[in-house]
Every structure is written in C-alpha cells, then in structure tokens.
C-alpha cells in the first residue's frame, strides 16, 4: 500500500500543470530515465536522478524530492527537507506541491498550524486545476450565509467535479437539491446531472443515491424513471452497497424497472441479508421468498 500511494503520489507531482517545460530531447531522455528507476522501484538511484533535476529548478522533479524525502524513500527520512523542497515546488506553479504546503499548515504538520497559510495555498493549487483543492475550498465556503461564499462554493465544486473529483459531484448535487438556496433555478434538474456524473465515476453510495432520485422521484421536474433507478441500483448492488442490494430484491420482487424474477430478488435480498440488513429480512418474508 505504501508503494502504492508512492507511485500515485509522484505521478499528481508529474501530471500538475507546469511553469516551464524544458523541450530539449537530450533533458527529456535524461528525465525519462529517473522516471523508468522510479517505476522499476530503484528508489536510490530515482532520488539522485530526480534530485539532479530539483537543483535545476525543476518544479516537478522539486516535488517528487520532497515526496521521497516525506517517505523515506531512497533517502533518510527528512520532514524539513520534504517541506523545503515542497515550498520550492510550489513557489515555482506545481499544484500538488502547493496543495502539500497547503495541508502541511492545515493539519500542523512541521510548521505551526495557520488557516491563513492553509487557505492561501490550497486556494492557489485549486486554481492551479488541483482537484482535491478545489473540493476543500468548496467545503470551506459551503455552509456560510454569504451569497459572494456560497457562490464560491458553487464554483470550487463545479470545477472539481468537472476535475472528476466525485465527492465534489454529490456536494454541489445536494446544494442543489437541498440548499443552501443561489439565485440558480431547476435545482433537482442541476442535482440530478451532478449525482450522475458522481456515479459515472464507479461509486456505489453514488450510484444509488442516483438511483434513489429517478425513483420514486419527488421533483415534478423530474418524472418518475424505475428504469434508470433499477440500472444504477444493480451497479451499486453489484459493489456490494447493502441497501442498493435490498431494493435491487424489491425492485426484481415487484417487477418494478426490471420484469419480475423471484429468483433474483431471493439472490439480492439474502445478499443484503448477509451483510447484516435486517430489512431484508423483512422483505424476504413479505414477497414469500424464505
């Protein structure tokens, strides 16, 4: 697991948007080469490689240091160094690097906690395209009386989920939905597209609150759709989401959005069952299925 969040780590260092590209074939190879050690797990020789690039000004290569500095890979592990090679990142445009010093301050790590500091530089990696950055910065302004922040809210949201963050999806799905209210009009219409795009992404507590709002539906803007709600319900059921899979069971037991199978909603009921939901217990005995 840890190789594992090592190798996406460096890879948010690699995909943030960059300042300045060197475009020379001879630097490009050369770069390339610490990246092959990095992927063949030659963790020593990737952070001396990398580390050749940093002191060029290399703004990726300044936040793949720090992030081996931050593990201890290839190298004694060094909080300081982590955070100064980080800084230098960040200062020279890498959102990744500017999203780390942003949580570095948020959670009072190395340095003194400050949500100015915090603010300062998540607010400059969302802009920057930082996705995880834009849903904290959405999360900031979300629950504030203020129409300028809730604005704010609405826009950091929207960017990362267009980003392909999909908690940001279903957070501005249920501003939407829920409130606060904006001077936006069609708000179950809005909440829908953005539950769909969250579930789009593979979540299954995404899916079937997407589910869950084709059918029964409450909107008069939106019309009933058992369809749809039994299509994203199986996704969800599928992924082992235990209420996706009691209602995929009555959906199959009342031939609601599916044709009628008692065979499959025994399936799905007995496989809520087993993760304990007794109300497939419940349910199993009032379609005659035990």
Request: charged content about 20%; some cysteine.
């Amino acid at each position: 697991m840890k190789l594992v969040v090592l190798c996406l780590a460096v890879l948010l260092c690699m995909s943030a948007p960059t300042m300045a590209i060197n475009s020379a074939i001879a630097t490009e190879y050369a770069y390339s080469q610490c990246v092959e050690m990095h992927n063949s797990e030659n963790y020593e020789d990737a952070f001396n490689c990398f580390m050749k690039f940093a002191e060029k000004g290399n703004e990726k290569a300044q936040c793949i240091v720090a992030i081996y500095y931050e593990g201890g890979f290839g190298v004694r592990k060094d909080e300081k160094a982590a955070y100064d090679w980080y800084l230098k990142s960040a200062n020279n445009g890498n959102s990744e690097a500017q999203f780390s010093i942003g949580m570095y301050y948020n959670d009072g790590i190395y340095v003194q906690n400050s949500a100015r500091e915090a603010d300062l530089w998540l607010e400059k990696a969302a802009n920057n395209g930082h996705k995880t950055a834009q849903y904290f910065m959405g999360m900031k302004y979300q629950y504030s009386t203020e129409q300028d922040d809730i604005s704010r809210a609405i826009m950091f949201f929207t960017s990362a989920c267009n980003n392909g963050e999909a908690d940001a999806c279903m957070e501005l799905g249920e501003m939407y939905e829920l409130g606060p209210l904006t001077p936006e009009k069609n708000y179950p219409l809005k909440a829908l597209d953005c539950y769909l795009k969250a579930a789009k992404l593979g979540n299954p507590t995404h899916q079937y609150k997407l589910a869950k709002m084709y059918y029964p539906s409450i909107w008069e803007d939106i019309p009933d759709n058992p369809v749809q709600c039994a299509k994203w319900m199986l996704k969800a059921a599928q992924q082992g989401h235990s209420d996706a899979q009691l209602q995929m069971g009555i959906l199959y037991a009342s031939g609601v959005g599916v044709n009628k199978d008692l065979d499959s909603a025994k399936y799905w009921l007995r496989r809520a069952l087993e993760q304990g939901n007794s109300e497939a217990s419940k349910a199993l005995s009032t379609y005659g299925l035990k």
